[in-house]
Each structure stands twice: as structure tokens, then as C-alpha cells.
């Protein structure tokens, strides 16, 4: 690799605005798994990860809920390679298990207009799953469409398009440990 390439830093780039530090989100995702432990407890839920932008957050969380559970991922298509939603939603990877029966846990990165997350809920509902709750580790709450509960709720944030901790703009920042607002999409 060459020199340049190694001298720009990806974690502190300009275009990028903290918002949540990588100490505040470990503190947060480790309250939230406590409180999924002591509400599952005697039960073993299945968490279903929503690829992709879930994987950090599912990783942490896990480690944190002191029971034995199930992890399984979906992948749903929503904003292709833009920021804004095309409010189509369809399934790109499906469970590999079924879900009949069991308590379900959806883990997702962010709740936006809700649609992904309508769209999941019903859908595993309509499997026969004994119960479905939501784990989300942001809510940009403003742009709701459609009412969706979020039982464990990270944080609340404004209507900005944000990237890091697996949460990504056309791939790009997925890899930064913390959560920032992305500035200009266009830079
Ligand atoms: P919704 O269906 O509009 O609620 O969108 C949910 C999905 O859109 C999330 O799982 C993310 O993949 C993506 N998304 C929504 N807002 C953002 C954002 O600010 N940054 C990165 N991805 C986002």
C-alpha cells in the first residue's frame, strides 16, 4: 500500500460528526442486555440480526445477555446504495431455522420510517412465532411511517443520515467503533 493511502485515517475523517462515542454505545448495548436477560429469563430466544448494518451491535449485545439463546440472521433489501428508502422491502437471505413456537428477538441497527421493520414483524409473526419483540440500537424517531414498537431502544436521534458500528453509507464506514453523523454524502 502506499504511503498516502496510509496516511489518511477513515476514523477521523472531516466529513464525519460524533455523535455517540465508542464508551457511551459498550455502556448502553451492556444495559440492554441486561434488561433482555432479566425479561427472558428461564426462556431461550432466538435473535434474528438484520444484515447488514446489525452485525456490531448483534455481536456486542450477545455478550452481554447471560442466558442461553439462538442467532440467526435476515438480510432485507431497503436503500440500495442511497440514503432515503424506496420503501420496497423484500428478503434477500431468509432464517435458516423455523420459527414456530419460539420467542423471537429482532435485533436491527437503526428504526427509520419503520417499513424493514413492519414488514419483519408481521412476517414472522405470520410463521407462528410464539412472541416478536424489537431490539434497535437507534431511533430516528421524526420519520416514522409506520408504528413500530421498539421494546429495547439504544438511543433516540434526529433526522441525519449516520454511519458507524456496522451502520453504513454505499458500504463505506460499517468499520468505525463509534456512531457519527455523516455530514455531506455527496463529499
Ligand atoms: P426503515 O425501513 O426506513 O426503518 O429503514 C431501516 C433500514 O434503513 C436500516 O436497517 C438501515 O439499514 C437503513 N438506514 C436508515 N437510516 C439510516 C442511517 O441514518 N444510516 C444508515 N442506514 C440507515
Redesign the pocket.
Known sequence: MSSSATALSEFSNPNLEPLFTAEQIQTRVAEMGAEIARDYAGGTPLLVG?LK?AYIFLSDLVRSIDLRLGVEFMAIS??GMG?R?SGE?RIVKDLDVPVEGRDILIV??????????SYLIASLHGRGAKSVRLAALLD?WE?REREVTIDYCGFRIPD????GYG???AERYRNLPYVAVLKDPNA
Not at 108 to 117: A, N, Q, S
Open positions: 438484520v448494518g431497503s436503500y440514503t428508502s422491502v436491527e441497527d437503526i428504526v427509520d420510517t419503520g417499513l424493514t421493520l430516528k420519520r441525519a443520515f449516520v454511519v451502520l453504513d453509507f
